[in-house]
Structures are given as C-alpha cells and as structure tokens.
C-alpha cells in the first residue's frame, strides 16, 4: 500500500500537521527561521511533501507534526458518525478525549465490525477511499442458507441492483451447509451495504459481516472495542 502524495505550499503542510499556523509559519519564514531538509526557505508558498519532508525552526527539529491515525476494532450497534441523532453509541465514545477528532476512513454500517481507521490525516483517508486506486478492503461474511459454488460464481461476476453494478475484486466460498454459509469477500470500494446486497439479491441474509483488513493492515487479534495508534510505515508513508 504505497502511498505517494503530491506537494502542497508549506504553510499548509504545517497547518494540516498541527505544527505551526498559516500566520506563525509566514512569520518564521520572513526571518529566515525555517528549514526544509535542512535548508532554509523563506517563503511560506514552497512546495513540501509533508509525508516525506523533515521540517525544522531554528534548526530544531519540531516537537510534534500533529499527525494521527489509529486502528479500531468497531464492534456490533456502534454506530461510525461523530453524533447520532436517535442516541445509539458511537465510534467515538470508545476513544479518549484526545483522539475524538480524527475522522473515520470510510463508514462500516451500525451491524458490521471490524477494522475501521481513524486519522486527521485528510489526503490519507482521500487516498485509501478514491476507487481509483484500487485499495482491497477483506470481509469475512456468514448468510443465511447454503450458498452454491453457481451463486458464489454469480456474485464473483458482478450483480446489478437499483441500475448500479455491484462487483467484489474477489469472493471464496469458505464453508457451506444448508443453515448457513461463511465466505470471504474483498472489494475495491465503499458503495453503500454493498455485500448485503449482493447477497440479498439472491435470497441470502447476511447475518454476519466483519471486516479484517483495508489495504495492507491486518486486524489481527484487536479486540472489539479497542484501537491501537499506527505508524505512517504501516501505510508505507516516509518522513
């Protein structure tokens, strides 16, 4: 999952950061107080890669570039959104005070679990979503019934459903009996219940959808309820 972003003008690679204002880096720039891989720019416009770029005041090097991103294990009836108007427990109140302002990667519905990201990080989360660049999200799914190697091959081909069509990068049949039916699906975008439908399309409930990777993060053995911080080398992203 190598990420590979563009440039933007420095004073917003350090606002987005968290490590300086718009203003305060302008300041620092006019006096000559800011290094950009240990040279020093003057002009708050300058093209950074804030991923790859190592900033400096004063030739120290900052304390703390502000960026966020965790791992959480969403469990069952959390709902992803910052409030609920109907009173249902949310993402956020299974994290602390400080991490309450990262924004999720994508939503999973109030039934799904699984792994969700979470960052303030605005071009990583515009990355792993933009279907055009194909990041693989895995589901381990149970329905109702048995599921036929035919509906397996059916839903593997791609189904239309309300005029829109609905196509996993990839779907195994894992086990099936005639109550029920576990498979692993992976997809390339977020289309809304997307694997719910599917299977609805051909008479079979889904009872149980959990997702265990997005890219090339594993869930793991996280348990439910529970993040953990990620590092920007688990999404292949240098300073």
């Not at 003057?42 to 090097?61: A, C, H, I, N, S």
Request: hydrophobic share 40%; with cysteine; aromatic share 6%.
């Amino acid at each position: 999952m190598a990420i590979d972003f563009g440039k933007v003008p420095l004073e917003r690679a350090l606002s987005k950061l968290g490590a300086a204002s718009r203003s305060q880096t302008r300041e620092w720039a006019l006096k000559g107080r800011l290094q950009v891989n240990g040279r020093t720019v003057r002009d708050p416009l300058f093209m950074v890669t804030p991923e790859k770029d190592r900033f400096t005041v004063d030739g120290k090097p900052m304390r703390n570039d502000g960026w966020r991103a965790i791992m959480l294990n969403k469990p069952r009836a959390v709902v992803t959104t910052k409030s609920d108007e109907k009173g249902r427990r949310t993402v956020f109140d299974l994290l602390p005070l400080e991490l309450r302002a990262l924004h999720p990667v994508g939503r999973l519905d109030m039934a799904t679990t699984g792994l969700l990201i979470l960052t303030n990080d605005t071009r990583l989360s515009s990355y792993l979503t933009d279907p055009a660049n194909a990041i693989l999200r895995t589901y381990v799914v149970t329905v109702a019934g048995e599921v036929t190697e035919a509906e397996r091959a059916k839903v593997a081909a791609g189904i239309v459903d309300n005029g829109e069509l609905l196509k996993p990068a990839a779907v195994t049949l894992r086990k099936a009996c005639g109550r029920q039916s576990h498979l692993t699906v992976e997809l390339t975008e977020g289309r809304n219940r997307e694997i719910r439908r599917l299977f609805d399309a051909l008479d079979h409930e889904v009872t149980g959808l959990k997702r265990v990777a997005f890219g090339s993060l594993q869930l793991g053995t996280l348990e439910p309820g529970r993040f953990r911080r990620l590092t920007r080398e688990e999404f292949n992203i240098k300073r």
